[in-house]
């Protein structure tokens, strides 16, 4: 990691941002040369002033910059930077990359990336519908990418790790300053099944202007973005907008027409966003992405004539509150006193062991043969 420390040091010279630190290192392949590069060299460089040029040559890194790069090493995080093969190719692509990323977990370059984000005040029916998409995306060996927010992202996360599948997590904060508190077991679930990323330094607290400069990173590295709950004023519709313009698809995923949460979404839809109602609607727009089959919206579990599968205690509770009728998540969270998130994953778990099945308007029953179960 020590051949990393140059990437911090160019990073820390006043005046030189990401889009400049991209054109220095097309320039000159490595920071270590912009040092060495001569003030003719370095004036040939969109953007370099003679007074920047000056900076450079006489800039020393801050006590700052050492110290966060020795706690990166101490805690066993990574830092990849653009010329390392794990950092996200699609990333490379946009205007203003981060020159390198801290990293808990691992990053491969071969992922098919899909975005997932939207409202942190997300209904029972957004978080439902996010967890059973993004379960089936990652059952389709794509790796979803979201913010580790409340509501859809953490959703986006969870319904990726229902089924094994890779995630990963972009903060708006510091590695070390997980956000929400509360995530912090899905922050360590996510490293151990894909990677937590971002650009501040460990301990940078997650400042309300940090997310929108995040969001870039999350269309970035992603060939597409699904919008799930957002108003009109929802800080997704930035992602989305980002996405539009780094050349990537934007998805959105509709609501009622009565529910203002979902004013953002259909607004995206109406300006020529597609329509996303299952995992089919993303492949037929980005074929290409897809290596496995295409199922089922959920993958399969076992088959209703298997034996009973063993179940938790959370799953008998919830498989007993649902009689001969169809019954409405809303209904569930109220009758069981859970919270809608980790609703959503037993009621997950119990469709991949074949015992729940949902049906439209997000109302869930047990399938004709396991109602004796």
């Avoid at 941002?17 to 460089?45: C, D, M, T, Y």
């Avoid at 986006?156 to 590695?175: D, E, F, I, Y």
């Avoid at 870039?216 to 590295?221: C, E, F, L, T």
């Avoid at 169809?326 to 037993?346: A, F, Q, T, W, Y």
Wanted: proline residues 7%; glycine residues 8%; charged residues 25%.
């Amino acid at each position: 990691m020590e051949k990393a420390l140059p990437w911090f040091i160019l990073k820390s010279v006043p005046g030189i941002g990401n889009h400049l630190f991209k054109r220095l290192i097309e320039r000159f392949s490595r920071p270590e040369f912009v040092f060495e590069a001569s003030k003719e060299e370095l004036l040939q460089v969109e953007g370099i002033s003679p007074r920047l040029a000056s900076a450079i040559h006489r800039h020393q890194a801050p006590e700052t910059v050492r110290r966060d790069f020795d706690l990166a090493m101490g805690k066993g995080y990574k830092i990849i930077t653009m010329a390392d093969s794990e950092y996200p190719p699609l990333l490379l692509q946009i205007p203003d990359p981060p020159p390198f990323l801290y990293l808990f977990g691992r990053l491969d370059a071969t992922m098919q990336n899909i975005a997932v984000v939207g409202s942190r005040n997300a209904t029972g029916y957004g978080i439902a519908t996010t967890t059973r998409l993004c379960a089936s995306l990652a059952s389709l060996e794509i790796t979803v990418v979201s913010g580790m927010a409340r509501g859809i992202d953490t959703a986006a996360h969870q319904g990726a790790l229902a089924v094994r599948g890779r995630t990963v997590a972009v903060l708006g904060s510091g590695l070390e300053r997980v956000y929400p508190a509360e995530n912090l077991r899905l922050f360590h679930e996510i490293a151990e099944n894909g990677a937590v990323i971002s650009e501040f330094p460990l301990q940078t607290e997650p400042d309300a202007h940090h997310f929108p400069v995040r969001n870039r990173i999350i269309s970035g590295m992603s060939h597409g973005t699904v919008i799930v709950e957002a108003t009109r004023r929802s800080g997704s519709l930035i992602t989305a907008r980002l996405a539009a313009e780094q050349g990537r698809e934007v998805f959105a995923v509709p609501g009622s027409i009565h529910s203002f949460k979902s004013t953002g979404t259909h607004s995206l839809i109406k300006q020529g966003a597609k329509l996303v109602e299952n995992a089919r609607d993303i492949m037929e727009e980005l074929p290409h992405l897809f290596r496995a089959p295409f199922r089922n919206d959920i993958p399969s579990g076992k088959k209703t004539n298997d034996p009973p599968a063993e179940l938790e205690s959370d799953e008998i509770q919830v498989l007993d509150s649902i009689g001969p009728y169809p019954v409405h998540m809303d209904d569930l969270v109220r009758k069981n006193s859970i919270e809608p998130g980790k609703l959503c994953g037993i009621l997950l778990r119990l469709e991949l062991k074949g015992l729940l099945q949902q049906i439209p308007g997000n109302f869930f029953s047990k399938p004709e043969d396991a109602s004796d179960r």
